[in-house]
């Protein structure tokens, strides 16, 4: 066969190769901890402080961010080993009642449009076709993209349906938890859901986020609707379309209803009912202070798991928009720790806008009176610490590239060891120091090895047994192999506070 040919049919297989890659739903992805996901505020996403003082100033000529410039970030957010955008919610907000001075995402007072707050004004396009070219974009990118749905709903959407709300004895609509800027759905039960409004609006909701060409969902607090609820409305999604994804938020540790008003549907119910994953209790790590932490979560969690038909898994909840930023919590160092954790355990990588470019989510505006204002909050709400969901601010980020060099390094190790990542199995490693985290992902005979000091202010001698080296064994240090030694099946160092230690082993005796 010419050399021609050759190349032609092999120019053919990757081209093959290539299309099936991107032709494997979100859904199949984040059933094999394939997806790496990244959680952002639209409105805020590519925003243009120009004068830098956290606002968006429209009179100055400043512009929030939209559908249309958000593309503009695309191939940057793929560079970071990206492949799944989570929109926080993208439906219109309430002004009524509201918290902060563009209302909070997750106010929501329409379930069928798209907030004309994340529209560009100089673009010819309807903003759903907006929506629409920024999926496809995220689409050509090899990018898949999940829409936010709220829980509950703004008061501007009581005021115009109040039957679809739970009220107090009075009449009022009922405040749940302590999230005053929305109100509760009154939840159909058994008997009453195919004839149920709010249920009605869920499914429209549905259907529209698919006819934009979204990959999935992601249900916010799903734990206050029922099982049916879900179970039928999972039913409904997957009838059009067998591989879009749900979401759930949910973790092991919630274990009460958000309110006393408030259905409480655990994890386990919400996966009988159709749902891909979860959010696990990895924002506990915070509290983690031993390999024993760790190892029981994710044992206890696959053990769990195993017992679906449908495969299911989690992400890695680290960080989440509800979540204090971990520069906050514990630093540089800290966070570092996040990444190698979202990068090599068995779950589906998960950040926050901003994280990765070192934001520490502080607002000099925080809690001041506006000079203006788009609903009847005249002060610039924020939870501090958090990404801004409350007002037309800043984009996130700092000129701190750490942490974007640290998640390359951990993302070209994903990529290179995938199948190790993607389906080796976790073996937790014997130490003789619970404060070190040691664990070896393994497949086919090669594992990845990874080693942190989870101890933030003093150094900790360790030693530690890996599994099947041998001398044979090809060993490739990935991070930090300075003062290290690893004798026979044996690695032995003095780590210092919250130092990484990463390493490929390749030609494992069986």
């Not at 006819?211 to 609707?225: F, H, M, Q, Y």
């Not at 976790?426 to 070896?440: E, T």
């Not at 992902?441 to 041998?470: F, G, M």
């Amino acid at each position: 066969m010419k050399l021609k040919s050759i190349l032609i049919i092999f120019a053919i297989f990757l081209a093959s190769s290539c299309s099936l890659a991107e032709d494997k739903s979100l859904r199949e992805m984040f059933q094999n901890n394939e997806a790496v996901i990244y959680s952002v505020n639209i409105r805020t996403f590519n925003a243009n402080d120009t004068n830098g003082n956290g606002i968006i100033d429209f009179s100055l000529g400043e512009t929030s961010g939209s559908f249309i410039n958000a593309i503009d970030r695309l191939d940057e957010i793929k560079g970071l080993g990206i492949n799944t955008l989570h929109l926080l919610p993208i439906t219109p907000v309430g002004k009524i009642k509201a918290l902060g001075t563009a209302g909070s995402l997750y106010a929501l007072s329409d379930f069928t449009n798209i907030n004309p707050q994340l529209s560009d004004p100089q673009s010819e396009l309807h903003i759903k076709e907006q929506v629409k070219l920024f999926i496809n974009e995220c689409h050509k990118r090899g990018i898949k993209v999940i829409v936010d749905l709220p829980s509950c709903g703004a008061y501007d959407l009581f005021i115009n349906r109040p039957e679809l709300f739970v009220t107090n004895e009075d009449g009022t609509p009922y405040v749940p938890a302590d999230w005053a800027d929305v109100r509760l759905f009154k939840v159909p039960d058994n008997n009453t859901l195919f004839n149920s409004d709010i249920f009605y609006l869920h499914k429209f909701f549905i259907s529209f986020v698919q006819s934009l060409g979204a990959d999935g969902i992601r249900a916010d607090v799903a734990t206050i609707k029922p099982y049916i609820f879900w179970k039928e409305l999972i039913k409904f999604a997957r009838e059009k379309n067998p591989n879009f994804l749900f979401l759930a938020e949910a973790s092991e540790s919630w274990t009460k209803p958000a309110s006393d008003k408030a259905y409480f549907t655990d994890y386990k119910k919400l996966l009988e009912a159709g749902f891909d994953g979860y959010y696990g209790d990895y924002f506990d790590l915070k509290n983690w202070n031993s390999m024993t932490d760790l190892k029981n979560s994710i044992e206890t969690r696959e053990k769990f798991l195993k017992k679906y038909s449908q495969k299911k898994s989690v992400i890695g909840s680290f960080e989440t928009h509800d979540e204090k930023s971990p520069l906050l919590v514990g630093g540089e160092n800290y966070s570092k720790i996040i990444i190698w954790l979202n990068s090599t355990l068995p779950l589906n990588p998960y950040y926050v806008d901003g994280f990765l470019q070192a934001d520490d989510y502080i607002y000099p505006y925080s809690n001041k009176k506006a000079s203006q204002t788009f609903t009847d909050d005249e002060y610039y709400y924020v939870h501090q610490g958090q990404i801004d969901i409350f007002n037309f601010s800043r984009k996130p980020g700092s000129d701190n590239n750490i942490l974007i060099n640290e998640q390359k390094l951990a993302m070209d190790l994903r990529q290179n060891c995938h199948d190790i990542i993607t389906k080796g199995k976790f073996i937790p490693l014997p130490s003789d120091n619970d404060n070190i985290f040691a664990y070896q992902r393994t497949y086919n005979k090669n594992s990845v090895v990874i080693i942190i000091n989870r101890n933030l202010a003093n150094s900790q001698d360790v030693k530690i047994n890996i599994k099947n080296l041998n001398k044979n064994s090809d060993i490739k240090f990935i991070k930090d192999k300075e003062d290290k030694t690893l004798i026979q099946s044996t690695f032995r160092a003095k780590m210092k506070p919250a130092e990484i230690v990463v390493f490929t082993i390749k030609q494992l005796k069986k």
